[in-house]
């Protein structure tokens, strides 16, 4: 979200659903956030430079500072055309005043990852951190010097699992070199929800798939995110504070997983989600968990027809997907 639409997210959507999971944002730099996405039309919200306005995002964020967690900018070609490095200095402004941490998204260069990283701020968490190449953080096999450099100076590592930003060579890598994500996520949408991401659930199978501890997968899930944001009483069950949990369960099975360029890793387990607890009050989830063998299907032509798939005609478009989870929005 962002400084010219937050208000009627709040009103229409976080206010509403005031008894189901709570909703916290980062602010996307863009004074309109993501507007352009689909498989016909792409217009990258940073390609506009004078969209980018750090005053009217320090604004926003200060009118909404109960739910307004840090600052959001896409970094890359894609989500930036040719603007460069410009949003992020904004966005690095906007957050330097506010005193909140930034997230930024990297995609194809330029910018290149090593500018980004070298811009950056302890505490800052960057997105997409186990993506292909390019802006990929190994190169022939190994990890690359300014990534190990970065989380030296306390940068965060989230994994932001969408459409085009986990790879399964880059992970092993990682994960070989000891170095593991500091907090695993969805990057979940309209494009990616019927694979290869699928759920927050479906992203923690395949780090474990790959070797990373189930109890070190479910910290970077609920512990460490809410450290990140500066959000203690979260991600944690103890007297006193919030009595919400999210109950998986562990099923056994023959599992093909999916990343991003079409690889398969193959498990004997997999996570789906069994209900959450809000406030000490049940939630069940009776959906079973995503198909795996039913292969992804072909990008939507249009956003209309990604809207029909997922929703339905004249469906209810606030309402999330039964077992979705980890929802990023910009």
């Given at each position: 979200?962002?400084?010219?639409?937050?208000?009627?997210?709040?009103r229409?959507?976080?206010?509403?659903?005031?008894?189901?999971?709570?909703?916290?944002?980062?602010?996307?730099?863009?004074?309109?956030?993501?507007?352009?996405?689909?498989?016909?039309?792409?217009v990258?919200?940073?390609?506009?430079?004078?969209?980018?306005?750090?005053?009217?995002?320090?604004?926003?964020?200060?009118?909404?500072?109960?739910?307004?967690?840090?600052?959001?900018?896409?970094?890359?070609?894609i989500?930036?055309?040719?603007?460069?490095?410009?949003?992020?200095?904004?966005?690095?402004?906007?957050?330097?005043e506010?005193?909140?941490?930034?997230?930024?998204h990297?995609?194809?260069?330029?910018?290149?990852?090593?500018?980004?990283?070298?811009?950056?701020?302890?505490?800052?968490?960057?997105?997409?951190?186990?993506?292909?190449?390019?802006?990929?953080?190994?190169?022939?096999?190994?990890?690359?010097?300014d990534?190990?450099?970065?989380?030296?100076?306390?940068?965060?590592?989230?994994?932001?699992?969408?459409?085009?930003?986990?790879?399964?060579?880059?992970?092993?890598?990682?994960?070989?070199?000891?170095?593991?994500?500091?907090v695993?996520?969805?990057?979940?949408?309209?494009?990616?929800?019927?694979?290869?991401?699928?759920?927050?659930?479906?992203?923690?199978?395949?780090?474990?798939?790959?070797?990373?501890?189930?109890?070190?997968?479910?910290?970077?899930?609920?512990?460490?995110?809410?450290?990140?944001?500066?959000?203690?009483?979260?991600?944690?069950?103890?007297?006193?504070?919030?009595?919400?949990?999210?109950?998986?369960?562990?099923?056994?099975?023959?599992?093909?997983?999916?990343?991003?360029?079409?690889?398969?890793?193959?498990?004997q387990?997999?996570?789906?989600?069994?209900?959450?607890?809000?406030?000490?009050?049940?939630?069940?989830?009776?959906?079973?968990?995503?198909?795996?063998?039913?292969?992804?299907?072909?990008?939507?032509?249009?956003?209309?027809?990604?809207?029909?798939?997922?929703?339905?005609?004249?469906?209810?478009?606030?309402?999330?997907?039964?077992?979705?989870?980890?929802?990023?929005?910009?």
């Amino acid at each position: 979200m962002a400084a010219a639409n937050f208000l009627g997210f709040r009103r229409h959507v976080i206010e509403p659903a005031a008894d189901a999971p709570r909703i916290l944002a980062f602010l996307n730099i863009s004074f309109g956030g993501i507007f352009g996405f689909s498989s016909r039309l792409m217009v990258g919200e940073r390609a506009e430079i004078q969209l980018c306005d750090a005053r009217e995002a320090v604004a926003c964020a200060r009118d909404n500072a109960d739910l307004v967690l840090g600052m959001k900018v896409r970094t890359g070609r894609i989500a930036g055309g040719a603007s460069g490095i410009g949003p992020l200095e904004v966005a690095l402004e906007a957050a330097d005043e506010l005193g909140l941490p930034l997230m930024t998204h990297i995609d194809d260069p330029p910018p290149g990852r090593r500018t980004v990283l070298g811009m950056l701020r302890p505490g800052d968490i960057l997105t997409h951190c186990f993506r292909p190449f390019p802006n990929a953080p190994v190169q022939n096999g190994r990890i690359r010097e300014d990534v190990r450099a970065a989380r030296a100076r306390g940068l965060i590592f989230d994994i932001g699992h969408g459409m085009g930003s986990f790879d399964f060579a880059v992970a092993r890598t990682m994960l070989a070199e000891g170095f593991e994500p500091d907090v695993i996520s969805s990057d979940l949408h309209l494009f990616c929800v019927e694979g290869p991401a699928y759920d927050l659930p479906t992203c923690l199978s395949k780090l474990v798939a790959l070797g990373l501890s189930l109890p070190a997968a479910i910290r970077a899930a609920t512990l460490a995110p809410a450290e990140a944001i500066g959000r203690s009483e979260l991600g944690r069950l103890a007297p006193g504070l919030p009595g919400d949990a999210t109950v998986l369960r562990l099923e056994s099975g023959q599992f093909a997983f999916r990343d991003v360029r079409g690889n398969i890793v193959k498990s004997q387990e997999r996570l789906v989600s069994a209900g959450i607890v809000m406030g000490g009050r049940w939630m069940p989830n009776d959906a079973p968990g995503p198909d795996l063998a039913a292969p992804v299907p072909a990008l939507p032509a249009t956003h209309a027809e990604a809207v029909r798939r997922h929703f339905g005609a004249g469906g209810a478009c606030c309402e999330p997907a039964d077992g979705a989870g980890g929802l990023q929005a910009g």
